[in-house]
């Protein structure tokens, strides 16, 4: 059974950078693309970035173009998501999901296992 942990969450002023990590145990992380997803306060989930199994293709949802990028380690079974040059309007839940397959989707519904979420607030 995979599972997810999420961490590196938390407040920063507008501007800031954070690091979020995922790490995943109980199965090969290197056979499941990954995807970075956010929940806004009063919001729909939705896509931040998402990276195929190999790390050789990524995309990115237009709000984190150039500011966020994904990427991982699969000796270290552990994903990354650089954010930077934060703002308010970031503020989120942040998630990190993976799927059985290889590339890089930016369908929540494709990922069969998602981590518990880490806050990320963005003060102005």
């Known amino acids: 059974q995979v599972q997810l942990v999420e961490s590196g969450g938390g407040l920063v002023q507008a501007g800031g950078s954070l690091r979020l990590s995922c790490a995943m145990s109980g199965r090969t992380f290197s056979s499941f693309a990954m995807g970075w997803f956010r929940q806004p306060p009063g919001k729909e989930r939705e896509l931040v970035a998402a990276i195929s199994r190999r790390g050789d293709s990524t995309d990115n949802a237009d709000s984190g173009k150039g500011r966020f990028p994904i990427s991982r380690d699969n000796a270290k079974n552990t994903g990354f998501l650089q954010m930077n040059n934060l703002n308010p309007e970031d503020t989120a839940v942040y998630y990190c999901?993976?799927?059985?397959?290889?590339?890089?989707?930016?369908?929540?519904?494709?990922?069969?296992?998602w981590g518990q979420g880490t806050q990320v607030s963005v003060s102005s």
């Open positions: 999901a993976a799927g059985a397959f290889g590339w890089a989707s930016r369908l929540s519904r494709a990922y069969g296992a």
